[in-house]
């Protein structure tokens, strides 16, 4: 059966990290758009994960008309590194069974970018789609969940095989994310200025520079779609302005084509959509 409930809007969502040692907790809070439709058959749930690829749910149902808050208590915080993102799903039930779902936007414990800040992540975005930029697919590294059940050894605590494709050499099941898809600025040329400032790149290295979404760590993977390439992140810095991220710059080392990394599933249907955006912008210039 169809829902009945229209436009429910789910804003303001933010996530507090209140403790950190011994009792790790998140206080996650949202509000929902004023409207004077019947919500008695409306269920709030929160979802969570390490990427905002893959988010699953860690709240029971949380009816409407209360505080909408919960605490989340099951985070690891103390890998400081480590980033959640959350996300807030209000599913409306008849006669038990969901029939809509309404989303928030994806969100962290990070603040939110002030105007000056939107307007330096804007300026980027622009030139990386429009101006020098390239398009790119970003597999961030499994860091929670499974271990591999083909090579993680219970003992040793290692992998035990360097090319294992269940795995992609990570230990975790699966190894990575499903793919996010951005754009970034590669710095194809070595002669170029180190933007970094990290000294010499090695041969098979360069630089890349990155809007604020999602939030880069090492050993995450950047494909770069036209020529396929993988590359593996070494380091990460970021740009901030009041503790908010508006730029990463990263260096990237060349992920050897006979590695396990070369296993990942890149969507090809996608691969070659963004290809052709970069293709027909490259076509452009020639005039
Ligand atoms: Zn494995």
Redesign the pocket.
């Known amino acids: 059966m169809a829902g009945t409930l229209k436009n429910i809007r789910i804003v303001d969502c933010s996530a507090t990290i209140l403790s950190v040692e011994h009792f790790p907790r998140v206080h996650i809070s949202w509000k929902l758009e004023p409207t004077s439709q019947n919500l008695t058959h409306l269920k709030f749930f929160v979802d969570r994960g390490e990427s905002p690829a893959e988010l699953q749910q860690i709240s029971m149902a949380i009816t409407a008309n209360t505080r909408y808050e919960y605490v989340d208590e099951t985070a690891m915080l103390k890998d400081f590194e480590k980033m959640y993102y959350y996300r807030i799903r209000a599913v409306e039930f008849i006669d038990g069974s969901p029939a809509q779902t309404f989303m928030s936007e994806t969100f962290t414990w990070e603040g939110k970018p002030d105007l000056v800040g939107l307007y330096v992540i804007d300026e980027h975005l622009f030139a990386h789609r429009y101006v020098y930029g390239v398009p790119v697919m970003v597999f961030q590294k499994r860091h929670d969940g499974m271990?591999?059940?083909?090579?993680?050894d219970e003992v040793l605590k290692r992998?035990?095989?360097s090319n294992?494709?269940?795995?992609?050499?990570?230990?975790?099941?699966h190894?990575y994310y499903p793919p996010i898809e951005a754009w970034a600025g590669l710095e194809p040329d070595p002669k170029t200025v180190d933007i970094a400032d990290w000294g010499k790149r090695q041969p098979g290295q360069t630089d890349m520079q990155f809007t604020n979404y999602p939030l880069l760590r090492t050993d995450d993977l950047v494909v770069e779609l036209k020529p396929n390439i993988i590359w593996k992140i070494v380091t990460v810095r970021m740009a901030e302005k009041n503790r908010t991220v508006m730029l990463q710059v990263t260096r990237l080392s060349a992920v050897n084509r006979t590695d396990?990394e070369y296993k990942i599933e890149i969507p090809e249907d996608r691969r070659l959509a963004m290809v052709a955006q970069l293709e027909e912008r490259e076509k452009e210039r020639e005039f």
Not at 147 to 152: M, S, V
């Open positions: 271990y591999c059940p083909e090579c993680w992998v035990t095989k294992c494709a269940a795995c992609m050499g990570t230990g975790k099941w190894g396990a």
